[in-house]
Nanobody, 117 residues
């Protein structure tokens, strides 16, 4: 069984910063990817950023240059540093963890990020 525990969401003013964390416990895959997705009210869930176990990253165009994903493999934890936040970044952010060699994947419970003045 795999568990994902997210933290770090909250309310921030436009232009501000937040850092999300996602700790994975249980079964850890040898070749994997961790990532963040988000879902705004009335919209579909969308990819924000992903990072593989060897550090290869991928970002949505809308967050490039503002968000940075990283991970600490020793702690099985991924981070999403979000800078220059905009109101359109408001959403529930979900951590995702999965194997790159199989269809096994898992989701966190979600953490809410609200960007508002």
């Amino acid at each position: 069984q795999v568990q994902l525990v997210e933290s770090g969401g909250g309310l921030v003013q436009p232009g501000g910063s937040l850092r999300l964390s996602c700790a994975v416990s249980g079964r850890i895959f040898s070749i994997d990817a961790m990532g963040w997705y988000r879902q705004a009210p009335g919209k579909q869930r969308e990819l924000v950023a992903t990072i593989t176990n060897v550090g290869r990253t991928n970002y949505a165009d809308s967050v490039k240059g503002r968000f940075t994903i990283s991970r600490d493999n020793a702690k099985n934890t991924a981070y999403l540093q979000m800078n220059s936040l905009k109101p359109e970044d408001t959403a529930v952010y979900y951590c995702h963890y999965g194997s790159l060699l199989s269809s096994n994947d898992y989701w966190g419970q979600g953490t809410r990020v609200t960007v508002s003045s």
